[in-house]
DNA sequence: GTTTAGGGTTCG
């Protein structure tokens, strides 16, 4: 239509209220009606539709430009029928406690179905059906006692007995049941209508339901207080996951306590685990593996490491237990307590994801924080984690995908912090030395993997490489196998107690059979035979082992050669004392990052690098798991 | 204005 004015139809209470509220030239905003045809059109010429009240929905705001006053809500009350009053009818707006209820699961038809009961004052229970393609619509529960709002519900009566099933207009708000929390609505919806009578009866219904008795007395039960046979509800953080077979996957969880029991250890291949494939043996030992069946498997698929969870009606057997996928060669555990979550939605067995604001979340996570020796990785633990093999740390920072840079400020050598910000142009126009502080936007940043930001250096001849993968150095292993001949190694090669290992006099090593030696001995020197004596490898690939850490030399600066170490008086044979005496020029780890930064003036392209030990100081990272927040590892580096 | 499910332990 051209026409710029159109008929609102108001109805009963809203009618009444606007009419007393509302005054000729005040703006008026109108939501929530519906648009119909005008009966009056032919006669009157005005606009072919009219919108009309709808009773659930209607809500009218009145702003008046002249007075500036706020505006005046006209919103019709709902009204909210007792559970004890309902009759099969038309739809009705509830409140009620939730007394059972069974997290959404996919129906046979085309949508989620989430099945609650419900009870208020009345006494009266209530069976509610809720059907809904969208899981976002369901009621948010997440235990027995949280109060639910269902609007647009219709009672239905099914075996004589009244029961409440999802209708049009439908909507559901759920709030947390526990005396004294914040009242505050869970919901998807962008907009809804909440006030103080909508806070009172919440509040009324939590001190009513706090004195019934049908709150179990404690919500969930650890990893501390499980039973064998016991079904009981497990809040957790998810560290791991790996898939076992089609009705089945692992879930590798804790929540800060130690489980009496010992636990069933399930062997899963690293390159099918999602998250670390293995922990230090002290957070080992308070990992429970959880094996989840059927139905569940498919909303376990959409977990990520870090999540916070809540398992529901989950199962502890104890002896032994057979895991599916699993092959005869592989012992099974017995003792072991195994949790199983059994196919089925009977007792509102499922999986739900916590948001990381809900009071379990924040309690989980300051017992988390508490057990000792799970802070952030200490430097020797990064260190660790940064001279091992780029391809195994694959998993460990697969989720990392959003990385910020935070500039704080420089260090108080170089700079003091009153040193006021400049714009991006003008230190593009200033020489060069001077100390600037910028504010700035972080536009892109390489690598987007932390493990590829790792270098080799030498600070010799300053030059920077890359550190091989393990094709390359498994390929400079097998050429130094090809070559190898006779050879008579000096006598004190062949003591486990020196730092020189090789297999020398047969044919070399391979990369495997090293890193398997590896864990054995505490240096090993791959070597190989040349012309009878022995040599070091290409320096392509490392001259040392020591654990999982692999050292590399600098071919321009080293000469190497095989000898005795004068590790005499020595206590420590570190890395250090080999390459000195093998005459290798040790290349150090370093870290090196670009980073691309921009203001309302200029972008301007930044290189840091560091040495990857005492990386520290000038800048502050944030490693972050972008999907839903929680962490598996966080890591500030600061 | 349809259907789905309509609570009540797997069987690994």
Redesign the pocket.
Known sequence: SQLSSINVVLMGALAKEFSQAVNQGDVVVASGFTVGKSPTVNKDKLHPCNLYYSTLLALVVIYCPSCSSSGICCAPKYTYVRLGDLKAGPAVNVYGVV??F?QPYK?????F?S?L?ITDQSKK?I?C?V?CKKLEDHPNIFQIGDIVRLHGVKP?S??NCI?L??T??FSALTFDGVVGRPVEPRTSSRSFHFDQDDRRVVEELRSWASGQGFLPAVSTITLSAVEPKQ?FDLTCQLLAKAPIDT??ILLRVWDGTRCPYKLLKVIVEPDVTEGPSSFSAEKESVIANI?I??NHVESAKQLKPGDFLRIY?L?A?PGS????GLTSTQAVEVDHMAF??????????GIRLLPEDSPEVQELKRVIAAIPGDEELSDSEMMEVWSTPPESLVPLFVSFVSLTVFIMCVTERTCGHDVQPVMLSQLKRSEPGRVHHVRVQLRSYEPLRLHQALKLYCSKCTTMREVPDDEVVDGVFSEASRDSGPCSPPTWALSGQTPINGRSGIAGSTLEETCHLASTYQNIVPVRSSGGQMDLLDLSAPFLFRGRKRYYGCKRCSEAAVREPCAVGVELIDEKVVAEALGVQLLQFVLLMKLELQDSTDTLDVFLWRDAVSFHMTIKVQLSLHQRGPLGIQCWRS
């Open positions: 007394t059972f069974k129906s046979r038809g085309t949508d179905c099945i009961k229970e069976l059906k059907f239905h099914y075996r029961e099933v999802k049009f207009g079904y009705t089945c094996l069946y059927d009606n199962r057997i237990s057979k895991v599916p199983h979550l059994h196919g089925g939605t009977a007792f509102g067995r």
